[in-house]
């Protein structure tokens, strides 16, 4: 699974075999100058997309995860790793990451 969108509130993974939408899930979160960050999350919404290869097309979902919470110490280092994170996809005031604006 890869990480491409996070913020306070929660973050798109892209990953292989989707949860169910509702579906509480345990997620290990790497970010750069943390210690691995375990945080609770719920999915709230899935989307399957192709990526062209050389013997044709791989599927892969993408899916939305809200942040429900995790050990004070863990959501306090999750969000310190926000706030360093300099980048244009990533909007640590911006509600659960979603695609074209779903929600």
């Known amino acids: 699974e890869?990480?491409?969108?996070?913020?306070?509130?929660?973050?798109?993974?892209?990953?292989?075999?989707?949860?169910?939408?509702?579906t509480r899930v345990l997620l290990q979160v790497l970010l750069?100058?943390?210690?691995?960050?375990?945080?609770i999350g719920r999915t709230r919404w899935t989307r399957i997309e192709f990526?062209?290869?050389?013997?044709g097309a791989r599927a892969f979902?993408?899916?939305?995860?809200?942040l429900l919470g995790g050990?004070?110490?863990?959501?306090?280092?999750?969000?310190?790793?926000?706030g360093r994170l300099e980048s244009p996809n990533v909007d640590p005031n911006t509600a659960v990451a979603s695609p074209e604006g779903r929600r």
Do not use: K
């Open 2 to 22: 890869r990480t491409e969108n996070l913020s306070r509130r929660g973050m798109c993974v892209r990953c292989d075999r989707p949860p169910a939408i509702g």
């Open 51 to 55: 990526e062209p290869g050389q013997h």
């Open 32 to 39: 750069p100058g943390e210690t691995p960050v375990d945080v």
């Open 61 to 66: 979902a993408r899916v939305g995860i809200e």
């Open 71 to 82: 050990a004070p110490r863990a959501l306090e280092r999750y969000d310190r790793a926000l």
